[in-house]
């Protein structure tokens, strides 16, 4: 005799972190990936981070302040978005102006003294 298993892989809440984005699902389950897997995500503010909405029945969800849709299919089976070379670009631009090159040895003013 066996036992059927029914999963329900759809979104019923979403958190952003600085280190993870984490989807609660409606089966009880618990998906959860390094915040850097989204470029777009990573480089937002905290406030844009919680901005979302949950798309269709909950099969993904899209920041309207990024431009970001990530869906559940993908947090289980996905790997990583590629950024591209201008976001890079953006983000380094960003550190340096807001002084976060201090973490990599660089002089917390963000340029040599």
Request: with cysteine; charged share 25%.
């Amino acid at each position: 005799m066996s036992t059927a298993v029914i999963v329900d892989s759809r979104v019923k809440d979403v958190s952003v972190t600085d280190e993870f984005i984490t989807f609660h699902l409606v089966d009880g389950r618990v998906v959860s990936v390094p915040l850097v897997w989204s470029w777009r995500l990573c480089g937002a503010s905290p406030e844009q981070r919680n901005h979302f909405e949950i798309l269709g029945e909950g099969h993904g969800v899209h920041w309207p302040d990024v431009d970001e849709d990530l869906s559940v299919e993908g947090m289980l089976y996905g790997t990583p978005a590629r950024a591209r070379k201008a976001a890079l670009d953006q983000i380094a631009k960003d550190e340096f102006e807001f002084g976060l090159y201090h973490r990599t040895g660089m002089p917390e003013g963000g340029h040599d003294e």
